[in-house]
């Protein structure tokens, strides 16, 4: 409770959005994706791609394990910091990836969205071995019911990190309409 905040969401999606959507990138932001995310972290590429942020994707090799990454990050760490965004699971292949990464990445001075949709059902995730910045999952792969319900497990300092993109109601005292 003193380190991270749980937002409740329709599903780890919506989860993705709400990072990829308030996000800071920039030219020296990147996004670095591992070449077997889940669809809606592919689509963060948008978001990144509006900000002039450079898009780095970490490849797999024939068993479509990610292909000696360390070194690959450690690369885009001298450019710039930025987002990297790993699944802890594959959605499509299954092959678990090492979540040693995570701490690696950060050690280099990158935000870490672990998408642990796929892995938790089955798995013990602890975020204080995996200290992901971001973490996001989706109920009903680990209770079957209900749907549409997800989350988003943020460390409160990477939350302040966050900028939200637009306001609504709820997230504002006042507003006019004046200029």
Same mark, same amino acid.
């Given at each position: 409770?003193?380190? #991270?905040?749980? $937002?409740?969401?329709?599903? &780890? ?13 920039? +030219?020296? !932001? !990147? ?21 002039? *942020?450079?898009?780095?994707?970490? +490849? ?10 360390? +070194?690959?990050? *450690?690369?885009?760490?001298? #450019?710039?910091?930025?987002?990297? /965004?790993?699944?802890?699971? @594959?959605?499509? @292949? ?9 701490? =690696? /990445? ?23 071995? $995996? ?19 997800? &989350? ?8 302040? =990190? ?5 306001? &609504? ?11």
């Amino acid at each position: 409770e003193s380190t #991270h905040e749980v $937002c409740f969401t329709a599903n &780890a999606s919506a989860a993705i959005k709400l990072v990829g959507e308030s996000y800071p990138f920039g +030219p020296r !932001a !990147a996004l670095v994706l591992a070449a077997d995310n889940h669809n809606s972290i592919n689509g963060m590429r948008e978001y990144a791609r509006r900000a002039g *942020a450079p898009l780095r994707v970490l +490849p797999l090799d024939a068993e479509l394990r990610l292909d000696d990454p360390e +070194p690959r990050l *450690a690369d885009q760490a001298t #450019h710039g910091g930025g987002l990297v /965004a790993l699944p802890a699971q @594959s959605n499509f @292949s299954g092959v678990r990836h090492p979540l040693a990464l995570v701490a =690696r /990445a950060g050690a280099l001075g990158f935000d870490v969205l672990l998408d642990a949709a796929a892995f938790a059902p089955s798995h013990e995730l602890s975020l204080r071995a $995996c200290p992901a910045d971001f973490t996001v999952l989706s109920f009903h792969k680990l209770f079957g019911y209900p749907t549409s319900v997800g &989350a988003l497990v943020a460390r409160r300092d990477a939350l302040a =990190r966050l900028r939200r993109p637009w306001f &609504a109601g709820g997230t504002v005292a006042f507003a006019s309409v004046g200029a």
